[in-house]
C-alpha cells in the first residue's frame, strides 16, 4: 500500500492528546486497526512502501493522501492494490486487503476532522514483524537470489540468470509460495514517472530443477523432479496452492529461468528476489493435478491512440471439468482492466471483474468455498479494456499507437490464472461439498458452477463422456 502523493505536513498538538467523545474517529481506536490489516505489511521499514505507517506520528503527514488513495474505487492507483470490483461476479477471495465502504469512509472524515490522535490505550497490540512480513506467515525456507543491477537509463533487458541451489535437502510438497523484490531504493518520489515505480524486475518465468554436477539438468530424473511454478511479476503477491494439489519441490532443487525481463526505474539499482516457501507437513501426497489454461491474445491487438475503453478478446474451452483457482490480469502499461466470463451452453456469466495497475500486478486466489466449478467444455472468455490517454499515466506518449510487445510499454493480454483437474467423480463429489457450504436449496443458483442445481447428475451423463466414449468405441474399431 503505497501512497506517492503530497504530503499534509502536521504534528500532534495538544487537542490530539485531549480526551476524544465516543464517537469520534481516531487513530488508535479506528484507523490503526485498519492499517495493521491492510496496510503494514507494506508500509513499514525495510519493506516496499516509501513510508511507514506503523506509528501515529508516521501516518499522521499522510492523513489527506490515505483519503485519496483508498478512495479511487478498484482502478490503478488505489491503495490498497486490490482491484476486483465488488459489485460483479464471485466476491470471496483469499487474503482479500481491501478495505469496506465504512472503512474508506471512516478514513476520509478522520482526514477531514483533523486526523485525531485518540488515546493509545484505545488501539491494538503492535504486530510483530519478525517473521519478516511474509504474507504466507512463518517462511519454512526462503532462498535468496543473486544481485542483478540495472542503470537508470537502460533499456529494457531479457535473459537467463544464474541459478541458484533452493536450500532444500528432502522432498516436500509446496502449500505457498511469495516473492519479493529487495533493492537499494529508499526514495520512490523522484523515480522515472514509468511502470514498476521502484521495481526493476518486470517479470521472472522459471521452474526448480534438480542440476547435475555439470550445472545442466539432471536428465535422467528430470521429468520426476522438474517443476514450473507461476510467474513472478512486478509487485505480485503471494501464491497458495490447492489443498489437494501441493507443487513438489524435489530434494536438492535449484531455482532456474531463462526468462528473466528487467526495466529501468530511473536509478542505478542493486536488486535481488527473494522466495518463501512454505510447506505441507511430511507425509502430505496431491490427490488432485494442477491446470493451467492457455487464455490470451498476443497477435489481435491494436491499441489506438487517444483513445480509452478499446477492448480485446480472448477464448479457451476446458478439455477437463476444472476447479478455477485463481484469476489472474496481465496486461501492460495501456491495461485498466479484465473480466473473466464463464459460458456453457446458453448460460453465460461473469465471474470476476478487475482493474489492473502495472505497477502492482495481483493474483486473485478463489476461497474454496467459491472458486468456479466448470464442466469440461466450458468456454471461458476474457475481455481487457485498455485506456491508451494522458489520463492513465503509465503511458509514455498516448499519441502512438501500440500493438503487442514484450517491453513494459507495449502490451499484452493474458489471464495467468490457474486450476485443478477433476475426473468425473470428484467433480460430481465437488459440486456436493459446494451445496453443503452454499447451504443450497432447489431453485438455487451457485456463481460459477452451471451444473450445481443438478442433484441428479450422474457420472455417465457427464459432459463430454459421450463424445470419449464414441471415440473409444471407434479406436476399437480400428484395432480389430
Known sequence: M????????GTATTADLSAQSSDEITFHKDIEPILQRSCQNCHREESVAPMSLLTYEQTRPWARAMKRRTAIGPRMGVMPPWYLEKNIGIQGFKMDPSLTDEEIAMIGQWADSGAAR?????????????SGGWTIGEPDLVTVLGDIVMEGG??????????????????RYVEALEFREVNDVLDTEDNRETVGGRFIFHHMIWSTQVLGD??????????????????????????????????????????????VHLHSNGKDTRSRLEIAWKFHPEGYEPTLKPAGRSLGDGLNIDIRPETKDQQLHAYTVLDEHQKITTFEPHLH?????????????NHIETLSCSGYDHNWVRTYEYLDETAPLLPKGTILHITG???????????????????SGNRSVTNMFIDL???????????????????EVTDWKPGDHVI??????????RIEDMPGRESTEETEEADDANQQ
Open 2 to 9: 503505497a501512497f506517492v502523493a503530497a504530503a499534509v505536513i
Open 118 to 130: 485518540g488515546n493509545p490505550a484505545d488501539g491494538p497490540e503492535p504486530l510483530n514483524w519478525a
Open 154 to 171: 537502460a533499456p529494457d533487458w531479457w535473459g537467463e540468470i544464474e541459478s541458484v541451489p533452493v536450500g532444500n535437502n528432502e522432498d
Open 214 to 259: 555439470s550445472g545442466e539438468q539432471d536428465e535422467a530424473r528430470s521429468a520426476d523432479t522438474t517443476t514450473g511454478w507461476p510467474v513472478h511479476e512486478v509487485g505480485r503477491n503471494a501464491d497458495t496452492f490447492d489443498a489437494k494439489a501441493g507443487r513438489l519441490l524435489a530434494a536438492n532443487s535449484s531455482v532456474v529461468s531463462n526468462s
Open 333 to 345: 502499461a495501456p491495461g485498466d482492466r479484465m473480466c473473466l466470463e464463464a459460458i456453457w451452453g
Open 385 to 403: 479494456y485498455m485506456n491508451n490517454t494522458a489520463a492513465n499515466v503509465n503511458i509514455p506518449d498516448p499519441r502512438n499507437w501500440q500493438g
Open 417 to 435: 490464472g490457474l486450476g485443478v483437474e477433476l475426473s468425473d467423480e470428484q467433480f460430481l463429489e465437488a459440486m456436493e461439498e459446494r451445496r
Open 448 to 457: 460459477g458452477c452451471p451444473l450445481c442445481s443438478y442433484t441428479d447428475l
